[in-house]
């Protein structure tokens, strides 16, 4: 019986999964997942208790969020000498390369332009994080340049990088 709800819980996971890289977050919903996961929707109900749980119980468990939350696969190396210049375009670069090779990053990063739910408040707030955590670790002295907010220009040039993500390449 435990056997069957595993296997009930990873299809309709999956089916999340493939409405995402089928190009249709838009319809994404519980009457779509069931369909897709080939259950009635009160399973879904029965599994996770809403679509929000559900969608939170696929981002905490999906190895497809790497880039969106993001965690570039190359850790930024930043040493006391180095640049600031060459740690934030390192830094930036890799997400970039990291949110290019990712589909699924890319669809949901699609999707939080045109609504927010459970998923896409999910990777905000861990993008967030992590911008915390690299802010946390450059070597600046805000007392020694007044005048230069850094967590604004790194927030505006992330920022930047979403639609060039988006871009589709031949």
Known sequence: MRHDKMITRRRIIEAVRSILFGKQSSQIGVNAVAKEAGIDKVMIYRYFGSMDKL????AGGSRDLASAK?????????AQESFLGDIVAEYLTNFLDELRRDHVAQEILRWNFVEKNALTNFVNDEREKQGKSLMSQIPFDQNKYPGIDLTAII??????I?????????
């Open 55 to 58: 969608l939170i119980a696929f």
């Open 155 to 160: 927030a505006l040039l992330h920022a930047g």
């Open 70 to 78: 993001p965690t570039p696969q190359k850790e930024v190396k930043i």
């Open 162 to 170: 979403n639609p060039f993500s988006l871009m589709r390449h031949k």
